[in-house]
């Protein structure tokens, strides 16, 4: 991977002597014994430990969408005893389920031991997809029960059977796998779609070429924003009915045409002034990617934009969206890469675009966007 010009690593850090010092036991205790080192070592100490039970953490809010008891409590507050009931579980383990869950802010305890939501836990119903994505994760975290395997590489993973096309088998894709995988992102592609839409603006734009569209939700939601706008999508052949009956129910078909194909095996349709990959990079290798950034070249007009928006690296300012979750969830797909806005921008640069930009991301957790010009 090449350096990021426009993202290199701020100083800081300790010194390796300082590292030293502060790794041994003995320092570790006279620092807590010091009025002025005290709070530091405590709060070291409660994030160290939180970095640790991060797994756990997640498995109690699986657990709690898994049995249904974010959902049950929008009904109204309920003892331990009435969900193990339901749940075939022991009073005790249920009321185990819902102390963590109070204690991770997802619930919260009343005076007379009944639980009820908390606002955060009332904001997982409210967010597209989340619960799916919540049960998804089942599958990466087994991936991910052997970290050091995994980093190895190699092995079969339960990510790269759900994303068949990652390893180039779109061919050979058993039924029902691009429906699958097109649900789960259809639902989560709501707020994706959102985000990049406030964050560019396709003012301008007559017809915009979304290539691995899906089921056409981030399409549809600019369609409807932009009343002049026209469509078109291409996706895999698997998929693209998918996308057509969807575009018939919003009752925009006929602003629409879809097109199915590879952009591994031929060129991308001609005719938009404007290209959108709505998290479809960061599934590919490089070789990939740089490949596809050419057709996207080729495909457009001089003046004509292309919008990349997806999860992105921190670069040389790690985050933790981008570089801790997406960056192991893509590399259990097996081929895939989450790359910082400034790498993908030397890549754009690379296939013959200009005005590279890169906007600040309201919520990296969702995406971040850039967008960028093939020269007239
Ligand atoms: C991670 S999904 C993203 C879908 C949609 N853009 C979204 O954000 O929800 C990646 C999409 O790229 C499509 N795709 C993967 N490989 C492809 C290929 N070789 N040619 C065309 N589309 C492909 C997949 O079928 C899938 O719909």
New binding site residues.
């Given amino acids: 991977m090449g350096v990021e010009s426009d993202l290199r690593p701020r100083g800081g850090g300790l010194s390796t002597w300082f590292a030293r010092r502060v790794s041994s036991p003995g320092f570790q205790k006279w620092a807590s014994r010091l009025p002025v080192s005290r709070a530091l070592v405590r709060r070291d100490g409660a994030e160290v430990f939180d970095i640790l039970q991060g797994f756990v953490a997640s498995q109690v809010l699986a657990a709690l969408v898994e049995l249904g008891v974010l959902r049950r409590l929008l009904e109204s507050p309920v003892t331990a005893r009435h969900l193990a009931l339901s749940a075939g579980i022991e009073t005790d383990r249920m009321a185990a389920l819902l102390q963590a869950g109070a204690a991770l802010g997802l619930l919260k305890r009343r005076r007379d031991d009944t639980y009820a939501l908390a606002r955060k836990g009332a904001a997982i119903g409210g967010v597209p997809g989340l619960e799916e994505m919540i049960r998804h994760n089942h599958g990466f975290y087994s991936d991910m029960m052997d970290p050091v395997a995994l980093l190895r590489g190699g092995a079969e993973t339960n990510l790269s059977a759900f994303?068949p096309?990652v390893r180039?088998r779109?061919a050979e894709m058993e039924d029902g796998a691009?429906a699958r995988?097109?649900t789960l992102?259809?639902r989560?592609?709501e707020l994706?779609a959102q985000d990049t839409l406030l964050t560019v603006s396709l003012k301008g734009v007559e017809k915009l070429l979304?290539?691995?569209?899906?089921s056409g939700?981030?399409l549809s939601e600019a369609l409807r924003r932009n009343r002049r706008l026209e469509g078109m999508l291409?996706?895999?052949p698997?998929?693209t009915p998918l996308a057509e009956s969807a575009f018939e129910r919003a009752g925009l078909r006929g602003r629409v045409t879809v097109h199915g194909?590879?952009?591994?095996?031929g060129p991308l349709p001609a005719g938009a002034d404007a290209i959108s990959l709505?998290?479809?990079l960061y599934?590919h290798d490089d070789e990939t990617v740089v490949d596809l950034l050419g057709k996207a070249h080729r495909a457009l007009p001089p003046g004509g934009r292309l919008i990349i928006s997806e999860p992105m690296s921190g670069g040389g300012r790690p985050e933790r969206a981008g570089d801790v979750y997406f960056a192991f969830y893509t590399m259990a797909m097996g081929t895939g890469r989450v790359r910082s806005g400034g790498r993908i921008g030397e890549m754009c640069r690379d296939a013959g675009f200009v005005s590279v930009k890169l906007r600040t991301a309201r919520r990296p957790y969702i995406t971040s966007v850039l967008s960028c010009v093939r020269p007239g």
Wanted: proline share 0%; net charge negative.
């Fill in positions: 994303w096309y180039g779109s691009a995988y097109s992102m259809a989560s592609q994706v979304d290539v691995g569209g899906g939700v981030f291409f996706d895999l698997d998929v194909g590879s952009f591994r095996d709505v998290r479809v599934d």
